[in-house]
Nanobody, 127 residues
Framework: QVQVAESGGGLVQAGGSLRLSCAAS????????TGWFRQAPGKEREFLAF????????DYADSVKGRFSISRDIAKNTVTLQMNSLKPEDTAVYYC????????????????????WGQGTQVTVSS
């Protein structure tokens, strides 16, 4: 059974930073592409970033490019989303998602490409 868990959310003022972490039992991030998404109230789930299974490819949504950074720690088996220069419009529940198959990152901007999801962590940015 694969379990994905996010941590690190919270309340921060505009312009501040937060660091989200994703841990997965039953999955080694070195073999599976991992992504971050978010969903604000009344809005659809939005792609933010992914890191390929081998770590050599990352991609970001235009809305967070230059402010957010995805990385992973193989030794700790965690994937991190560093979020800087946060804006009130970044307020949402943030989700970590893991591919169901090894290798590849085809369609990694789409939520449908991911099989395992965490419960989400709330990020609130005050103005």
């Amino acid at each position: 059974q694969v379990q994905v868990a996010e941590s690190g959310g919270g309340l921060v003022q505009a312009g501040g930073s937060l660091r989200l972490s994703c841990a997965a039992s039953g999955r080694t991030f070195s073999a599976y592409t991992t992504g971050w998404f978010r969903q604000a109230p009344g809005k659809e789930r939005e792609f933010l970033a992914f890191i390929s299974w081998y770590g050599g490819t990352t991609d970001y949504a235009d809305s967070v490019k230059g402010r957010f950074s995805i990385s992973r720690d193989i030794a700790k088996n965690t994937v991190t989303l560093q979020m800087n220069s946060l804006k009130p419009e970044d307020t949402a529940v943030y989700y970590c998602a893991v591919y169901g198959r090894t290798g590849g990152w085809t369609n990694a901007r789409s939520a449908d490409a991911y099989e395992y999801w965490g419960q989400g962590t709330q990020v609130t940015v005050s103005s």
